[in-house]
């Protein structure tokens, strides 16, 4: 039976450029839904360590055009260092683009395996 975890978020404001804004999304804060404005950007962050074999893969469910994958990358923890194994975040970057609603989902599992080893769900509202 594959276990589901609601992760909720919160809303981090901060600014990217003068006429760019961005929300980044805490994974260890409370909060599931959130909303957008029409052309901003959400950062998520997710936990990850690749050294593990395990990766994040997302899967869009519903209103595919709604949000628009800007860029995707990892942040290892000491950003001073790269050290073998260490961990870190996933950052994956979305623009709103079509107002509406869409939902997320976010598996974090080996690229050869069908076991899940976590499952988040995010609901963007875009407005």
């Known amino acids: 039976m594959k276990k589901t975890v609601f992760i909720p978020l919160v809303l981090l404001i901060g600014l ?23 052309g901003e950007n959400v950062v998520l ?32 923890s000491n950003s001073n260092k790269n050290f073998v194994g260490e961990g870190g975040v996933d950052q994956w970057t979305f623009k709103g683009n079509k107002k509406g609603k869409v939902i997320l989902n976010f598996r974090y599992k080996r690229p050869n395996e ?10 963007i509202i875009v407005n």
Not at 28 to 38: E, F, G, P, R, W
Not at 62 to 73: F, M, R
Not at 114 to 123: G, P, R, V
């Open 45 to 76: 962050e997710l936990e990850s360590n690749p050294s593990t074999g395990y990766v994040w893969e997302m899967k869009e469910i519903s209103n595919k055009g709604n949000v628009e994958l800007v860029s995707k990358e990892f942040k290892a």
């Open 114 to 123: 069908d076991k899940d080893e976590k499952i988040y769900f995010y609901e």
């Open 16 to 38: 990217l450029g003068a006429c760019n804004t961005s929300k980044k999304v805490d994974m260890d804060k409370i909060d599931k839904s959130y909303t957008v404005a029409l």
